[in-house]
T-cell receptor, first 114, second 109 residues
Framework: ETGVTQTPRHLVMGMTNKKSLKCEQH?????MYWYKQSAKKPLELMFV???????ENNSVPSRFSPECPNSSHLFLHLHTLQPEDSALYLC?????????????FGDGTRLSIL | LAKTTQPISMDSYEGQEVNITCSHN???????ITWYQQFPSQGPRFIIQ???TKVTNEVASLFIPADRKSSTLSLPRVSLSDTAVYYC??????????FGAGTRLTVKP
């Protein structure tokens, strides 16, 4: 149990569907992150939120839309995805994004695009 | 952003000590060194973090020489369950830390 919970664990969707990934942390942290991990590739940082404000967007396509309503919850809204978007999507949190405190990761959502 | 270089893979046997070295020639004064472990279909897990000299916790030790241009993660007496990918990250802010390809450690019986 890492204190970071992601749902669903698995998701299969067509390219025209709209779905959302959810992340919740119970650690009292103020920074949250979305990462993408494709097969045999390093983790790619997608978005960073500090105190509910987005502080980083690493040139992620607009078909991925993050939302952070409070410091404990993070969503990733998906629409019109492409087959190359199939990957493991990981959420993480840390005490804040402006220090080097370790990140705590969830176990991810395995996304498959048909 | 300080870049890191690690071996792509390593093999070991149960009960042996494993040392994984990470090179970070461009490390900055304020940068820390952080190691994570990742099992298949799970998120990375924090192992250890250090700035200089030696850090030890219940699962690993981290050795950092005086010039800080490299670091070595030491896993004492590994078991089959230590088979995983190990990542070395360098940075002073979480926002600036990037995961590389990591080192895939395989522990054999």
């Amino acid at each position: 149990e890492t204190g970071v919970t992601q749902t669903p664990r698995h998701l299969v969707m067509g390219m025209t569907n709209k779905k959302s990934l959810k992340c919740e942390q119970h650690l009292g942290h103020n920074a949250m992150y979305w990462y993408k991990q494709s097969a045999k590739k390093p983790l790619e940082l997608m978005f960073v939120y500090n105190f509910k404000e987005q502080t980083e967007n690493n040139s992620v396509p607009s078909r991925f839309s993050p939302e952070c309503p409070n410091s404990s919850h993070l969503f990733l809204h998906l629409h019109t995805l492409q087959p190359e978007d199939s990957a493991l999507y990981l959420c993480a949190s840390s005490s804040d994004g402006i220090s080097n405190q370790p990140q705590h990761f969830g176990d991810g959502t395995r996304l498959s695009i048909l | 952003l300080a870049k890191t270089t690690q071996p792509i893979s390593m093999d070991s046997y149960e009960g042996q000590e494993v040392n994984i070295t990470c090179s970070h020639n461009n490390i900055a004064t304020n940068d820390y060194i952080t190691w994570y472990q990742q099992f298949p279909s799970q998120g990375p897990r924090f192992i250890i973090q250090g700035y200089k000299t030696k850090v030890t916790n219940e699962v690993a030790s981290l050795f950092i020489p005086a010039d800080r241009k490299s670091s070595t993660l030491s896993l004492p007496r590994v078991s089959l369950s230590d088979t995983a990918v190990y990542y070395c990250l360098v940075g002073d802010l979480n926002n600036d830390m990037r995961f590389g390809a990591g080192t895939r450690l395989t522990v054999k019986p």
